[in-house]
C-alpha cells in the first residue's frame, strides 16, 4: 500500500518559522492535505495543493510540493502557541476516496 | 451547521467484549469514512460508505470488526469481540459527493482501550 512518512516530533520557539516535513510513495495523487488535530478535537482539514502545483500560500502558511521526490512541505510563519498541535499529511490517489495519513508530527511551541 | 459526532468519546472495555461505535455524519453528506489511528501510528483507513452502500472496505482488518450505515445516516462500528491490539483512535469522517478535492470533515475520534 501506501507510505506516507513524517517526523514524530518539532519544536520551535515562539515567533519563528516552522517546517514540517512528509514524503510519499503513490505518484498518482491527485490531491494532498494538511490537517491539524488539536487535543480533544477531531483533525481540521488546514489547507491542500493539486498535484499539479508547487506551491500554494495561505496567510501564514506556504505548501510547497516537489512531485520528482514526492516530498511535501508545510511551512507555519510567525509560529504561536495556538499552532501547538499534531499535523497530519494526507494523500488522495486518482482511484477511489480514500486517504493515506501520515504518522502525524506533533509540534510544540516554545514561549 | 454541526460537525461529525461521534459517540461515545472514550471506552474501555476488557478483552472479549463488544464495543459499538457511532458516527454521526454531516447532514447530506453521502460519503461517511471511519479510520483508525493505533497509537503512535498513521491514521488508517477502515471503510467507506456512499448512502447506505459499502464502497470499500478494504481496510477492514478482519471479520471481528462490522460497519453498518441504515438509511445512509449515522453508522456504527461493532468490534465483537475486542482484543488488545484494537486499541486506537477511531476517527469517522464525512465528504459530499463528486467535489473535486474531496474535503473530508472528521469527528473528534473515539479512544478505544482495550484491557
Known amino acids: 500500500g501506501e507510505d506516507v512518512e513524517q517526523s514524530l516530533f518539532l519544536s520551535v520557539r515562539e515567533g519563528d518559522s516552522s517546517v514540517i516535513n512528509c514524503t510519499y510513495t503513490d505518484s498518482s495523487s491527485t490531491y494532498l492535505y494538511w490537517y491539524k488535530q488539536e487535543p480533544g478535537a477531531g483533525l481540521q482539514l488546514l489547507t491542500y495543493?493539486?498535484?499539479?502545483?508547487d506551491m500554494k500560500q495561505d496567510q501564514r502558511l506556504t505548501v510547497l510540493l516537489n512531485k520528482k521526490d514526492k516530498h511535501l512541505s508545510l511551512r507555519i510563519a510567525d509560529t504561536q502557541t495556538g499552532d501547538s498541535a499534531i499535523y497530519f499529511c494526507?494523500?488522495?490517489?486518482?482511484?477511489?476516496?480514500?486517504?493515506?495519513f501520515g504518522t502525524g508530527t506533533s509540534l510544540t511551541v516554545i514561549p | 451547521e454541526a460537525g461529525v459526532t461521534q459517540f461515545p468519546s472514550h471506552s474501555v472495555i476488557e478483552k472479549g467484549q463488544t464495543v459499538t461505535l457511532r458516527c454521526d455524519p454531516i447532514s447530506g453528506h453521502d460519503n461517511l469514512y471511519w479510520y483508525r489511528r493505533v497509537m503512535g501510528k498513521e491514521i488508517k483507513f477502515l471503510l467507506h460508505f456512499v448512502k447506505e452502500s459499502k464502497q470499500d472496505e478494504s481496510g477492514m482488518p478482519n471479520n471481528r470488526f462490522l460497519a453498518e450505515r441504515t438509511g445512509g445516516t449515522y453508522s456504527t462500528l461493532k468490534v465483537q469481540p475486542v482484543e488488545l491490539e484494537d486499541s486506537g483512535v477511531y476517527f469517522c469522517?464525512?465528504?459530499?459527493?463528486?467535489?473535486?478535492?474531496?474535503?473530508?470533515?472528521f469527528g473528534p475520534g473515539t479512544r478505544l482501550t482495550v484491557l
Open positions: 495543493i493539486f498535484s499539479n502545483m
Open positions: 494526507a494523500e488522495s490517489p486518482n482511484t477511489g476516496n480514500q486517504f493515506y
Open positions: 469522517a464525512s465528504s459530499r459527493g463528486q467535489v473535486s478535492y474531496n474535503e473530508q470533515f
